[in-house]
């Protein structure tokens, strides 16, 4: 499994800092987000970033865009940022409201999109995957699971839900294993808090050998204090999870 890091742990610095980060921690790529270091449609800035990847030996994971499942924006600037990237993987998100609060139409007007989407992005050899978030499509395994199988194409990301004991996070990634292609990894309180990768050590060992087999990559979000030592030390925790 590959360790990453997303470009959104540290959106105070610049995107030559982030790399750099990358680097001192050891890991094998990023995943670059689209709100701040990679904005949809500014091509010449996703290619200067893939030259530097190069230079630096990591793999651009996937384009974590922020483009909303059903909302009616274009896809085609945040499918061109991908392509200059060179990545094999477009993150989108699953809607803009809890699952529970989807009409029948929403939520088919929601499949229809990522339908469309998805074969875009398969026509330039780059996969579809939902963030698995809170107050989306994915807020409950079950109601990824509809969204997954009725839209056909597109697969999952997974990460733990602070509102949920462990077990429940524990249920609800195995529930969606035959979907799930990368781990967002990070520890923090049911009020959002957030801790050091180390004290989430029990859980994660059994997420990640729950997700053995099925997940490509596990890619670091978030540190405690947004802290580059702290991802540093976070970093090798998810090192020795992956090995």
Not at 146 to 156: F, P, R, S, V, W
């Amino acid at each position: 499994m590959k360790t990453g890091l997303t470009s959104i742990t540290f959106r105070q610095l610049d995107w030559p800092e982030v790399i750099a980060n990358a680097k001192a921690c050891r890991l094998d790529g990023i995943e670059w987000g689209g709100d701040v270091h990679a904005p949809p449609g500014d091509t010449t800035r996703a290619r200067e970033i893939h030259r530097a990847m190069q230079a630096a030996g990591l793999a651009v994971l996937s384009y974590g865009s922020y483009y909303r499942l059903g909302e009616g924006k274009p896809f085609e600037p945040v499918l061109a940022t991908a392509c200059a990237l060179q990545t094999g993987m477009i993150r989108v998100w699953a809607g803009v409201k809890a699952s529970a609060q989807y009409s029948a139409q929403e939520r088919a007007l929601a499949i229809k999109d990522a339908q469309a989407i998805a074969e875009l992005a398969n026509a330039q050899g780059i996969a579809i995957s939902l963030e698995y978030h809170r107050n989306t499509l994915t807020d409950t395994a079950e109601s990824a699971v509809d969204l997954l199988e009725a839209a056909g194409n597109i697969k999952t990301y997974w990460q733990p839900n602070p509102e949920l004991c462990h077990e429940e996070n524990l249920r609800e990634l195995k529930t969606i294993l035959p979907w799930l292609t990368y781990l967002h990894v990070f520890h923090w309180k049911p009020d959002g808090t957030r801790l050091a990768l180390e004290d989430g050590l029990p859980q994660w060992r059994e997420y990640m050998h729950a997700a053995k087999g099925h997940a490509q990559a596990a890619i670091l979000e978030f540190t405690r204090g947004d802290a580059p030592a702290q991802c540093v030390l976070d970093a090798k925790i998810l090192r020795s999870l992956c090995n």
